[in-house]
């Protein structure tokens, strides 16, 4: 018998985050493990008379394999027909399901590069698409026991903590989602009519400027479990400095205690007390990567602890989070790289002014705003 809860999570990603209809072709990935999910997606799917285009089960193996093994050319090339399925495609659903979770570690990062480089026109298209509602997305977790280990937790409690995070164990998930979203737009509206962010507190004393830019709700359309508000700054406008309270994670790789210094919206200083050069390398990505193309609020207070997966930890209730590289075309960010790094800081502890008033202290926005 399968788990109720992963029905209700499968019901939930057809139904609700990429919403399918009939004649859609949709395209579904993850791993191995994730096998019980991926065989109710397609369930759901087929039901509402759209179309399977193609099922990917893979394994952390075969992309280490392809990096160890890759010649130049290999890495540089981009395939044709994964151009057409992403120009073409109506959605994609990728199940987070790893069964080793930090398989690139002993990959060298300029092959990461060159390959990030050579995928940056697929990545627009995908970007372009998506900000033009042409296409639908989602990424959503099945809890594997690689996942349970490196968040520190038995496989039957990261079941219940993944289930909980997308309240795939409430009566009905998208009730309870299209409420969540509800209450967040609220939080999005105001946020649009502001010029000035300042953040000030322990490790932190950042200002940015987001007259002009959209703040996006993230629902659980894009990314199940949602729970945050996003947007772009103006990218010359981020002056100070910033210190990130968990591992920042890029493809596997950890890198502790980074802090970054900004002048004219460009990193002009990058510290970490572990994994610094591979940090410094990343920024060398493009000029793009060394500018922050994202900044949000984590809102979803059903989760309420570190897992080392960006998924759920970049929605902490009561954190922010920046990414380096590439911003999302719907916010009307410019930021253009083959990057896109979230880093998460804790802010319980802090307090975030909106044009000189206050509008966020100790991890939630303030009454004002949520009434």
Known sequence: MVDPR?????????????????????????????????????KHTVQKGAYPLMINLGDESISEVFYKYATDDVLSHVSLIEKEIVEKVNAFINILSPSHTKPLMGIDPEKLKKRSQARRELNMIFMQRSAKGELKWVVAPFPTRALAQEAGMSILDYQDFVF?????????????????????????NFLNKVSEL??????????LRV?????????????????????????????GWVEFDYPAIWRGVEVE???LVFK???VVEAKARRGEEFLKKMLETDDGAKRLGEIAFGLNYNITRFTKEILFDEKI?????????????ECGGKNISAIHWDMIKDMKKHRVYADGDLIYENGRFIEEILS
């Open 198 to 207: 300042k953040y000030v507190g322990p490790g932190i004393e950042l200002t």
């Open 257 to 259: 205690g980074v802090k």
């Open 164 to 188: 909980h995070a997308t309240y795939s164990d409430s009566p009905d998930p998208v009730k309870a989602w299209t409420e969540i979203g509800k209450k967040q737009e609220k939080i999005a």
């Open 317 to 329: 209730g009561g954190t922010i989070h920046m990414a380096l590289g590439a911003a999302y075309p």
């Open 211 to 239: 007259d002009g830019r959209k703040w996006i709700n993230d629902d659980g359309h894009y990314n199940m479990p949602g729970g945050e508000v996003f947007s772009a700054p103006i990218e010359d406008s981020v002056d």
């Open 264 to 266: 004219k919206g460009v």
């Open 6 to 42: 992963i029905s209700n999570l499968a019901r939930l990603i057809t139904e609700y985050c990429v919403y399918l209809e009939k004649g859609e072709e949709v395209v579904i990935s993850g791993g191995v493990e994730a096998l019980p999910l991926v065989r109710e997606i397609v």
